[in-house]
Structure formats: C-alpha cells, structure tokens
C-alpha cells in the first residue's frame, strides 16, 4: 500500500524496496522508497550524517537543503521515470557510500544525503546550472 505524504512533513528515503509478494523469492528496487515519517529536525540531523530524507514539496526540500549546509543547494531532477528531484545540499555530490543502497539505507561518506521532494520522475533528466 502506497504511503500518504503529508504537507510540511519528512520522511526516511529508503533506495531499497522489496517488491515481492510475501512467501515468494526476494525482488529489491533501487532508489524509489518513501519511507516512515520523521521530524524536521530529525530529517536535518539524518542530512546533516550523510542520509537521504523525502518531502513532497519543493519549498520545505530547499529549506531543509540550505539549513543543512548553510548555502544554497543545488537540484537534480529524477535520473529515471521511478525517481524523484532532489536537492544537493551545498551542492555537494558524492560517489563515496559508507554502505552500500543494497545493505540498507546508504550513508555518504563525504557530503550531506539527498533531499527528495516532488513526484516520481519530475524534471527528469534536467539540472540545475549556475
């Protein structure tokens, strides 16, 4: 069952779900799981550590984006139809995973998590350019 996003609220971004019916051999997904809600606060502190966090709204994402590294974040919309826009807080990317997305929710090793906001596949393929 699908979970209802609430305005102004934060969620876990979990990259791994499971999509199997129950009893039947384990099929994951990568990259497209709005997870339980958790306080603003909480949501900066996970970003802050290197976690992912959702927000269905632009605005609420930028706020968090720029709270969490103290300058103007840049965006990237969805890589693929499944996915979501995202902001990068400070602009800062990384290749780098304390954890790998299949072992769990991943954790950046040298930059703050993603914030996810909007709906699967907005802006795809489009970056922001400064």
Same mark, same amino acid.
């Given at each position: 069952?699908? &979970? ?22 384990? #099929? ?7 997870? *339980?809600? &958790? *306080? ?10 290197? $976690? ?5 709204? $632009? @605005? ?7 709270? #969490? @590294?103290?300058? #103007? ?11 979501? *826009?995202?902001? %990068? ?15 769990? $929710? ?7 998590? %993603? &914030? ?10 489009? $970056?922001?350019?400064?």
């Amino acid at each position: 069952m699908p &979970i209802k996003v609430r305005k102004g609220c934060f969620y876990e971004f979990h990259r791994t779900r499971a999509v199997n019916r129950p009893s039947a051999e384990l #099929a994951l997904r990568q990259g497209i799981e709005v997870g *339980p809600e &958790i *306080p603003e606060r909480m949501a900066l502190r996970q970003v802050a550590n290197g $976690r992912d966090v959702y927000t269905p709204f $632009r @605005y609420d994402a930028y706020k968090l984006a720029c709270s #969490a @590294y103290g300058e #103007a974040p840049k965006w990237d919309g969805a890589h693929q139809d499944e996915h979501f *826009p995202h902001y %990068h807080p400070g602009d800062k990317h990384t290749d780098k995973w304390k954890r790998k997305a299949s072992e769990g $929710r991943p954790i950046s090793a040298d930059s703050p998590g %993603h &914030i996810y906001w909007g709906t699967r596949g907005e802006l795809k393929g489009k $970056r922001e350019e400064r």
